[in-house]
């Protein structure tokens, strides 16, 4: 049974730095996706970042250049590095693991944290 947990998250002013950790127990398959999402009030949940079996990065362009996806040894824990936050980057963070897709910021994955707040400050 695969069970990810989140940390990291809180409250910051705009201009102001994160760091979210996703750990991960149990067996996950290297073969697939493994990403970050977010829902904001009224939203829905939308990909934030991830990476697939290969290393390729992907990011929603919203975060282009201020997040950075990375993972630890194996595939026990995923980091979401958010640089540079405004206001609109407020919302719930997930993160998810054996994604499959066409694009690994789509929401197929079978395995999900709880999520962790990031609230934002103008």
């Known amino acids: 049974q695969v069970q990810l947990v989140e940390s990291g998250g809180g409250s910051v002013q705009a201009g102001g730095s994160l760091r979210l950790s996703c750990g991960a127990s149990?067996?996950?398959?290297?073969?697939?996706?493994l990403g970050w999402f977010r829902q904001a009030p009224g939203k829905e949940r939308e990909g934030v970042a991830a990476l697939d079996a290969d290393g390729t990065i992907e990011y929603a362009d919203s975060v282009k250049g201020r997040f950075t996806i990375s993972k630890g040894k194996g595939n026990n824990i995923l980091y979401l590095q958010m640089n540079s936050l405004k206001p609109e980057d407020t919302g719930m963070y997930y993160c998810?693991?054996?994604?499959?897709?066409?694009?690994?910021?789509?929401?197929?994955?079978?395995?999900w944290g709880q999520g962790t707040q990031v609230t934002v400050s103008s």
């Open positions: 149990g067996y996950i398959d290297n073969r697939y996706c």
């Open positions: 998810a693991a054996e994604g499959f897709g066409t694009s690994c910021l789509d929401n197929e994955y079978p395995y």
